[in-house]
């Protein structure tokens, strides 16, 4: 299966210390991880040098990469302010191939639904709707991230549409927007676990118990990208919803991706996990 994924690729601040992030960067691992071939396109500044092992990555030249710093609270809610921004990403001219899966996975709109959704004939669309419901504003002198409202644009194509409780802060009515127009859905709540949506079904899966959580960042994008990969392979919705849940709870326990390699766990863990209809 050929996967393209496109996002900044960023990096995180940990107090002193970086560490490269991004939406792509845990989706292209999942993606990599679960036997794809993975493409990552992106732009970067000088500043880091953006290689994923095991993952082609093609990225355009920037002046800045984006810069992140997170911050959680004592009930896991979480804070962001960024440092820069990178530009924004264009198709490449030089790649010509077609894709099984485009996932565009941005983290402050610096992709374009529109220009992308109907390049490289891909027989499935995936929007990371993050990236599109967040805007920055000036406080203390630092560049906060806060929800904005957001109206997919009538001409991109979405297939499968992957969003959080944070996403539909400033958009009440995005949910109910965005199953109109995908095939599925899939709406993660965190440690509350997840809901999906096909048509008219609705489930609810349960999260996997991770008693000894790590680092609860990109938790969300590993389940977006496992379940979108068992859809590709044919999988049931059900059953893609228990992988991706089973593949949220392993990275978890780990600081950044660093879990992921353990991703073949993730089959075990989704036995135990139990589907509910809605």
């Not at 979480?78 to 099984?100: C, G, H, K, M, Y």
């Not at 996932?103 to 995936?126: C, F, I, K, Q, T």
């Not at 969300?220 to 089973?246: K, N, P």
Request: proline share 5%; glycine share 8%.
């Amino acid at each position: 299966m050929k996967i393209l994924v496109v996002g900044h690729l960023t990096r995180d601040r940990f107090g002193d210390n970086f560490a490269l992030g991004g939406s792509v960067l845990y989706c292209a691992n999942v993606y990599k991880e679960l036997g794809a071939d993975v493409t990552v396109v992106t732009t970067a500044g000088p500043e880091i040098d953006a290689i994923i092992p095991g993952v082609r990555v093609i990225s355009a030249p920037s002046p800045t990469t984006t810069v992140f710093e997170n911050e959680y609270d004592v009930q896991g809610n979480r804070t962001q302010w960024v440092e820069a921004r990178a530009n924004d990403i264009v198709p490449p001219d030089d790649l010509q191939e077609s894709f099984d899966v485009v996932h565009l996975a941005p983290v402050l709109g610096e992709v374009d639904a529109s220009l992308w959704a109907h390049r490289y004939a891909p027989a499935m669309v995936v929007l990371g709707v993050q990236g599109w419901t967040r805007e920055l504003v000036e406080e203390d002198g630092r560049q906060k991230v806060v929800a904005k409202n957001w109206d997919l644009p009538a001409d991109a194509r979405v297939d499968v549409a992957c969003l959080s409780d944070e996403d539909i802060a400033n958009a009440p009515d995005l949910l109910a927007r965005l199953r109109q127009r995908a095939r599925q859905v899939c709406f993660t709540h965190g440690i509350k676990g997840a809901e999906l949506f096909e048509g008219t079904r609705e489930y609810h899966i349960p999260a996997f118990p991770t008693p000894n959580t790590v680092d609860p960042t990109g938790a969300g994008d590993v389940f977006a990208a496992a379940f979108v990969h068992e859809l590709a392979r044919g999988t049931a919705t059900t059953s893609a919803g228990r992988i991706a849940a089973a593949c949220g709870s392993i990275v978890v326990e780990g600081q950044g991706p660093s879990a992921l390699g353990r991703l073949g766990e993730a089959r075990d863990r989704a036995r135990d996990i139990i589907v509910k209809n809605l």
